[in-house]
């Protein structure tokens, strides 16, 4: 193999690149599903109380070679005019929570008083995590009458929605008295992979909401019901509804989304630095093809999406033709990678990135292990205050991009809801609570700083990180960034977020790719519905010698041939 080359941190850390990104093998979901199957994890319930409306309880029993954990889900009747994906609403047709151990009966009662009433309710730290779901009003009640008729539901709706429930929320790592992070890495390994806990609770929910809806479906009135179609049923995912709360995530991690980018920026270049064959280049179209019709597939009324993947599509044949053209002319991976680069959208550059590291599962899963990393932002205040000027020219040139004098590139300003501690939006001169905003403005920050530790230098030359925090002391949380930052191979994500015109949506679509979600389809510039697990092997699955690659999931009866 030669040289890997990594794409510099100006293209990979791109806010507008990120947010064009696409689920990989190096995804959490992907990652979870693939060591559940190798490890025989063991998931089954040990207890499965509903009623013929679905309402009650149950618990999963997991058994994974290092731990014993409980997924316990509990389901109730939610009036259709109280079902709200947002924040701020206080009901659910599912509540659930993923715990240590086994539940007794007191462990259960505990949770009944507490796991439906979520934030308002009390757990400890016995729970991995606390979650909630909403049944889709558009398929389930359609999915549950064909079925319980004796017919298979429709296909196309089935396309159209992708899931029977979404998850509104998922906290983890210490929320609402749940066990930290910490814990779950020192006492739980199986999960201690970034959000791997997380993506747990998502893929039981998935299969809880198939065994909920066979369970009503097999009920004495229906004499002729009938299962839902394997395929179908893999086809299936869970919903998800992700707002601004994921945003600022991303910026106040910066280590770990350093990481996380390294290791795909890593997996790349192993791959583009390998010998093309042509049995490979079969493989990319076939996975080409999967993907067309996969994005075909996805229903969105949001235009600017919807233009994003029309223009995806057109890419994506155009690549095709050329592929057609010079099929036995193409001298290298690296050769694909820069027409692409030449030629094609953002979105369909990185779809090219998440089929390539498809086609090399040996170059690429090995480097899962190394997604998490331990945050610790730190400076030296013995060092030199030009040192320090020197990193931020280095490795923070792209902040010098912005005119922080003109009023808009520090229009917008985040903050936390008082009510739900949830981020919030806001406009300087037309909202209340600039003063308050949460520390996001890091490019404005960079420069401020960059401004003082100049005049400094000019006085004294010899002056040290310590001399300059003696002097202006609300520096010191961004020297420590830079200072932690500059010594990362890509640093920061490299965006405005005060900008009158940021989309946070670039923020949440970065994010989730790595989670392994698909099917975008923005509600508005500040949230998002997607899917989760469409195409995963099911539990009953897991146990088999059943294909794993689930990537770019088609409808069954629309596979291309």
């Known amino acids: 193999m030669q040289n890997a080359m990594l794409r510099p941190p100006a293209q990979a850390m791109d806010l507008n690149r990120l947010g064009a990104g696409f689920a990989s093998r190096l995804s959490f979901m992907r990652s979870l599903v693939r060591h559940m199957m190798d490890d025989q994890w063991r998931i089954e319930y040990s207890r499965f109380n509903l009623d013929e409306s679905g309402y009650g309880h149950v618990v999963f029993d997991i058994q994974s070679p290092n731990s014993h954990l409980s997924f316990v889900v509990f389901s109730q009747y939610l009036n259709p005019d109280e079902r709200n994906d947002r924040v701020i609403a206080?009901?659910?047709?599912?509540?659930?929570?993923?715990?240590?151990?086994?539940?007794?009966?007191?462990?259960?009662?505990?949770?009944?008083?507490?796991?439906?009433?979520?934030?308002?309710g009390r757990i400890d730290a016995r729970s991995i995590s606390l979650a909630r779901a909403n049944r889709s009003a558009r398929v389930f009640g359609e999915v549950l009458e064909c079925l319980r008729n004796g017919q298979q539901p429709d296909v196309k709706r089935l396309t159209e929605v992708g899931y029977l429930y979404r998850t509104t929320a998922v906290y983890g790592s210490g929320k609402f008295g749940s066990c930290d992070w910490d814990k779950v890495v020192n006492q739980h390994p199986d999960l201690a992979q970034p959000f791997a806990g997380e993506m747990l609770v998502c893929y039981l929910?998935?299969?809880?909401?198939?065994?909920?809806?066979?369970?009503?479906?097999?009920?004495?009135?229906?004499?002729?019901?009938?299962?839902?179609?394997?395929?179908?049923?893999?086809?299936?995912?869970?919903?998800?509804?992700?707002?601004?709360?994921?945003?600022?995530?991303?910026?106040?991690?910066?280590?770990?989304?350093?990481?996380?980018?390294?290791?795909?920026e890593t997996a790349l270049a192993n791959v583009l630095a390998t010998q093309v064959s042509g049995e490979k280049i079969t493989q990319l179209q076939e996975l080409m093809a999967r993907a067309c019709q996969h994005v075909r597939e996805v229903s969105?009324?949001?235009?600017?999406?919807?233009?994003?993947?029309?223009?995806?599509?057109?890419?994506?044949?155009?690549?095709?033709?050329?592929?057609?053209?010079?099929?036995?002319?193409?001298?290298?991976?690296?050769?694909?990678?820069?027409?692409?680069?030449?030629h094609y959208s953002l979105e369909t550059q990185e779809l090219l990135v998440s089929l390539l590291l498809e086609l090399f599962p040996e170059l690429v899963d090995g480097l899962e292990g190394q997604m998490g990393t331990v945050e610790s932002l730190q400076y030296d205040p013995t060092a030199s205050a030009q040192d320090l000027a020197d990193a931020i020219q280095e490795s923070y040139d792209w902040v010098f991009d912005y005119d922080f004098t003109d009023p808009k590139q520090e229009q917008t300003f985040w903050y936390y809801s008082q009510g739900k501690i949830e981020p919030r939006l806001g406009k300087v001169g037309i909202d209340e609570g600039a003063e308050l905003q949460m520390f996001l403005g890091i490019a404005k920050a960079v420069q401020d700083c960059h401004t003082d530790v100049l005049a400094m230098l000019a006085d004294n030359g010899q002056a040290t990180i310590a001399d300059i925090l003696l002097a202006k002391p609300h520096h010191q949380a961004i020297v420590a960034r830079i200072a932690t930052m500059s010594q990362t191979h890509y640093g920061e994500i490299r965006a405005n977020l005060l900008d009158a015109d940021v989309l946070p949506m670039?923020?949440?679509?970065?994010?989730?790719?790595?989670?392994?979600?698909?099917?975008?389809?923005?509600?508005?510039?500040?949230?998002?519905?997607?899917?989760?697990?469409?195409?995963?092997?099911?539990?009953?699955?897991?146990?088999?010698?059943?294909?794993?690659?689930?990537?770019?999931?088609?409808?069954?009866?629309?596979?291309?041939?």
């Open 90 to 120: 206080e009901k659910w047709d599912l509540t659930m929570t993923l715990m240590e151990g086994g539940v007794d009966d007191a462990t259960l009662a505990m949770l009944a008083d507490n796991v439906p009433l979520q934030e308002a």
């Open 205 to 264: 929910l998935r299969q809880f909401s198939l065994d909920q809806l066979h369970h009503m479906v097999h009920q004495d009135a229906y004499p002729n019901a009938v299962d839902m179609d394997k395929g179908l049923q893999r086809y299936l995912g869970i919903g998800n509804s992700t707002g601004l709360g994921m945003a600022p995530w991303l910026i106040n991690h910066p280590q770990v989304i350093a990481q996380w980018i390294l290791q795909r």
């Open 300 to 342: 969105t009324f949001d235009q600017w999406q919807a233009e994003k993947n029309r223009v995806l599509l057109s890419d994506l044949e155009a690549l095709n033709d050329w592929f057609a053209d010079v099929a036995t002319e193409v001298a290298s991976w690296q050769q694909i990678n820069t027409w692409a680069e030449q």
């Open 506 to 561: 670039h923020l949440l679509r970065g994010k989730l790719a790595f989670f392994g979600v698909s099917k975008f389809d923005p509600k508005s510039a500040l949230w998002v519905r997607n899917t989760m697990f469409q195409g995963a092997p099911l539990v009953s699955d897991l146990a088999t010698d059943i294909n794993e690659d689930w990537s770019f999931p088609v409808a069954p009866s629309m596979v291309a041939q």
